[in-house]
């Protein structure tokens, strides 16, 4: 059977296609999460026992901490990748949903919004986050609303319509620019959800702002697109389009605050392969087939030396 090229790795782990997969979960920390099993395993042991009114109060207990646990951090979306992994990404901080809101790159920490952006900011922050923790799924599909997405689950209308409002005004102050470190992860968790973005699109491979309904790239992208080999023992890695360094300065009380946010990857086509000694390598042309020790000089004398010897090997028997 011939071997199926490999498709080039997803960049950014994430594509419009993919999020229409997403699901979400939140981490249940330790501590919270051994207290609930302590208080199910005493809930078996008084039923067994005869003592049903508290084995059902230990019930109760356990559920409304795992409940209260689970409300209170923004959940972790998991995607599908192209390879068959799936990548996490976490649930914003509060001073990212209130930089996002109020058009600021890089983030502000979540201790800088009062400071920064006055007391409304903050409880707008506040407002959203509860939103966010509420609604962890795509709305219902039409007509087919029993097997859809479970209603506690998916939020109410107000707290969809608050989230929507969050997306579509930070997408137009954007327009026409390339998303930035945090911003990317805001606008990958909103449309998770299944968020309309009024008719605003975030490019796949540069992360530009854009207007169209439907497409994957942006119209540079479309007309310039990467286009890799597909050598068998080769898997390309496309170049990084996004935008590069983002630095601010700004006055947070009496301080002056700068940070920095830097672009993650480089802007060549490159290409992974396994050599034939288990190393993994990274190339820039398509046609490497070697790790650098085995491709050097002395690596290839000794590559020679072994096909010699198991030639001879397989002749003598
Ligand atoms: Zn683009
Ligand atoms: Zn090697």
């Known amino acids: 059977m011939p071997l199926q090229p490999l498709r080039p790795l997803q960049l950014r782990h994430w594509s419009h296609a993919a999020l229409h997969l997403a699901e979400f979960a939140t981490h249940i920390p330790a501590d919270c999460s051994d207290e609930v099993e302590r208080l199910s395993c005493a809930a078996r042991e008084l ?60 983030a502000l920490g979540d201790s800088d919004i009062s400071g920064v952006l006055g007391p409304e900011a903050a409880s707008e922050a506040d407002r959203v986050m509860a939103a966010l923790c509420a609604v962890r799924s795509r709305p219902a599909r039409r007509g087919r ?51 309309d973005a009024g ?28 286009r890799p080999k597909y050598p068998e023992h080769l898997r390309p890695v496309l170049p990084d389009r996004a935008a590069g360094v983002r630095t601010s300065v700004r006055v947070v009380g009496n301080r002056v605050v700068g940070s920095i946010s830097r672009t993650r990857s480089t802007r060549q086509l490159r ?36 096909e010699r010897a198991s030639e001879t090997a397989s002749e003598t028997q």
């Open 47 to 106: 039923e067994e026992s005869g003592y049903e009114r508290r084995a059902e109060e230990c019930a109760i207990r356990a559920r409304r901490l795992l409940e209260a646990e689970h409300v209170s951090l923004p959940p972790v979306l998991y995607l599908p990748q192209v390879d068959g992994g799936v990548v996490s990404i976490s649930g914003p901080s509060q001073g990212e949903l209130a930089s996002w809101r109020y058009n600021k790159t890089p």
């Open 145 to 195: 609303a029993r097997e859809a997405a479970h209603p506690l689950r998916a939020g109410d209308r107000a707290q969809r319509d608050h989230l929507e409002g969050l997306l579509q005004r930070g997408l137009a102050d954007r327009l026409g620019r390339q998303l930035h470190g945090y911003e990317e992860r805001i606008y990958v968790q909103l449309v998770g959800r299944g968020l």
């Open 199 to 226: 008719g605003l699109r975030v490019c796949e491979q540069c992360l530009l702002v854009f207007e169209a309904p439907r497409a994957a790239a942006c119209a540079a992208c479309r007309r310039s697109p990467v």
């Open 271 to 306: 290409y992974i392969g396994t050599c034939q000694c288990g190393r993994e390598f990274v190339a820039e042309d398509a046609s490497r087939k070697h790790c650098r020790k085995c491709g050097s000089g002395r690596g290839r004398t000794a590559r020679h030396r072994e």
